[in-house]
């Protein structure tokens, strides 16, 4: 079975420093890796996704992620962050070619001005 | 492409009660999955269909759950007999079918919001 860890519940950060905000997986077969993010009252929207090729990830809004598969993480990034990026992000996971998916708990981000 | 869409938006309903979602996902998808999600978690893979089809379920959807997508577009998903422990977000996700990047992309709706008292 494979199971997500977000290792942060809440991340605050000022505005334009840059945030991480981890990703730790476990499976025993190779898997995909997602991040979604969640803003108030809305759906989850879909950051990127790592399915196979380069490690380095870029998604939408400037964030990216790396897969380390050493180290079985996928964290996601961005160099400088906006107020608008305070929501909830999740990290998700499925085998490969499956599509049942797997969420972490999620973190919180919190961007002050 | 109007967006994958849920309705009610909102739910609130007596202990023992059944209640019954609905979903409609972006039309030319052939997948539709099933999430619950309560508060300061994230959501819980419930159930899947590729078209008319489910080919996954979790275990934690008890006897008391049932979903169908019988003409392969809408789904709904019922509850019956709640219970105060079934209160949460239930969240659909749609995507395209067959194996390309893009099928592994779920598109959320906004969720129904389950209150049992």
């Known amino acids: 079975a494979q199971s997500v860890t977000q290792l942060d519940s809440q991340v605050p950060v000022f505005e334009e420093a840059p945030v991480e905000l981890r990703c730790n997986y476990s499976s025993s077969v190779s898997v995909y890796l997602f991040w979604y993010v969640q803003y108030p009252n809305q759906g989850l929207q879909l950051l990127l996704k790592y399915l196979s090729g380069s490690t380095l990830v870029k998604g939408i809004n400037g964030f990216e992620a790396e897969f380390n598969k050493s180290q079985t993480s996928f964290h996601l990034r961005k160099p400088s962050v906006h107020i608008s990026d305070t929501a909830e992000y999740f990290c998700?996971?499925?085998?490969?070619?499956?599509?049942?998916?797997?969420f972490g708990a999620g973190t919180r981000l919190f961007v002050k001005a | 492409d109007t967006g994958v869409s849920q309705d009610p938006r909102h739910k609130i309903t007596k202990r023992g009660q059944n209640v019954t979602f609905r979903c409609d996902p972006i039309s030319e998808h052939n997948r539709l999955y099933w999430y619950r999600q309560t508060l300061g978690q994230g959501p819980e893979f419930l159930t899947y269909f590729q078209n008319e089809a489910q080919l996954e379920k979790s275990r934690l959807l008890s006897d008391r759950f049932s979903a169908e997508r019988p003409k392969g577009s809408f789904s709904t998903l019922e509850i019956q007999r709640t219970e105060q422990g079934d209160s949460a977000m239930y969240l659909c996700?749609?995507?395209?079918?067959?194996?390309?990047?893009?099928?592994?992309?779920?598109?959320f709706g906004p969720g129904t919001r389950l209150t049992v008292t």
């Open positions: 996700a749609s995507s395209l079918g067959g194996g390309g990047r893009r099928a592994y992309e779920q598109y």
């Open positions: 998700a996971v499925s085998i490969t070619g499956g599509f049942k998916t797997i």
